[in-house]
Structures are given as structure tokens and as C-alpha cells.
């Protein structure tokens, strides 16, 4: 079966696709919002994956109102939520210490970005 090749869209492709200006995935890129690729001559394209992100990005803003700042965030606590998914999962299926470790530092990543401190003691 053949392999499936990416599409990928120019800067200027990728905002008339969101409705964006060119300028504002450029400040995207410069917050760490995005990491477009590069060609060889240094133009940027994104992926689908990317396209999917930014779209997102433009729904915080513009329909949430969320400033960059909490979307830097919220992207961040996303990461993290995927990363603890297959973690869950096979959690749930098996009980070594490795899985759970794993698992624990994840869980303390997605709570200091909260702003929650892992180390606090519940049972109080």
C-alpha cells in the first residue's frame, strides 16, 4: 500500500485557509504558538496537523476571547491531557511501576500548569 504523503500548505495558502493574515501566523510562530517547517529557501509550510492547531488557536481568540497568553497555556495543558491518554489506558490494563510513573509525573505536569502544586497534601 502506498504511503500517504502529507499535504502541506505555503503561509500564504494557510491564511486564506483560516481567514487569517499572513502576518498574524508569523506572531504565532514568534510566541512558539506554531513551528511551521521550513523549505530550503526558508518559506514556511504547515502541515494539516498545524492547520488543525491553528484553528483552534483562532477559535480561543476569536470566539473565547481568550488573550495569547491563556491560549499558550490551555495549549500547553493539551499537550499534556495526549500525553497522559495512552498513559490512562494502559494503566488500566496492566500495573507495573514504570506505567505508573509515567503517569504520576504526568499528572504533576498538568497540575503546576494549573497552577495547582502536585506536592500539596489533599487529605488535610
Known sequence: MPRKVPELYLISRAAEMLEMHP???RKYERLGL???HRTMGSMRVYTEDEIVRLRLIKTFVD???INLAGVQRLLEISEVAHRMQPLVSRRSRRTDAEGAAQLERAVADLLRLLGIDPAR????
Open 63 to 65: 470566539d473565547a476571547g
Open 121 to 124: 497534601d489533599d487529605d488535610r
Open 23 to 25: 502576518q498574524t501566523l
Open 34 to 36: 506554531v513551528q511551521p
